[in-house]
């Protein structure tokens, strides 16, 4: 159950990586950090479902690095968001797509996009 649920929010993410890369966006990896990136199995399906490398970050704080590092910029100790994080950002572990399983997943997408809106329309139902 709990694998069925990490995966359902990874697809929801996917959305969210489908528009940019209709935008035109490249996205060939990402970072991530905190309670949920403490999970290999979490990492894992990330990786797969995405279908790019995931690297894991030191900090277990996201938003406040981030946070801090804006505030770096505004203050001129950095020239850009990317030389500061380039300098703070420190990747401690990678996780790999698996291109058996990524292409399950990409299957398994397909399927969640035709059916995700029909079920959100049945939701709608259930609030009245």
């Given amino acids: 159950m709990t694998q069925a649920v990490l995966e359902g929010v990874?697809?929801?993410i996917r959305d969210s990586f489908e528009v940019a890369k209709d935008l035109g966006i490249k996205i060939e990896?990402?970072?991530?950090?905190?309670g949920g990136a403490k999970s290999p199995l979490w990492r894992k399906i990330i990786a797969n479902v995405l279908n790019i490398k995931v690297n894991i970050?030191?900090?277990?704080e996201?938003?406040?690095?981030?946070?801090a590092m804006l505030a770096a910029?505004?203050?001129?100790?950095y020239a850009s968001v990317e030389e500061?994080?380039?300098?703070?950002?420190?990747?401690?572990d990678t996780v790999e797509p698996d291109a058996s399983l990524a292409a399950k997943y990409d299957k398994k997408?397909?399927?969640f996009k035709e059916i995700?809106?029909?079920?959100?329309a049945l939701y709608d139902t259930l609030k009245a």
């Fill in 29 to 34: 990896e990402t970072k991530i950090c905190g």
């Fill in 57 to 60: 970050i030191e900090s277990e």
């Fill in 116 to 120: 995700y809106p029909t079920v959100k």
């Fill in 62 to 67: 996201g938003p406040g690095l981030g946070g």
């Fill in 73 to 77: 910029v505004a203050c001129g100790e």
């Fill in 10 to 12: 990874a697809f929801a």
């Fill in 109 to 111: 997408y397909a399927k």
């Fill in 84 to 92: 500061a994080a380039a300098k703070i950002v420190k990747v401690v």
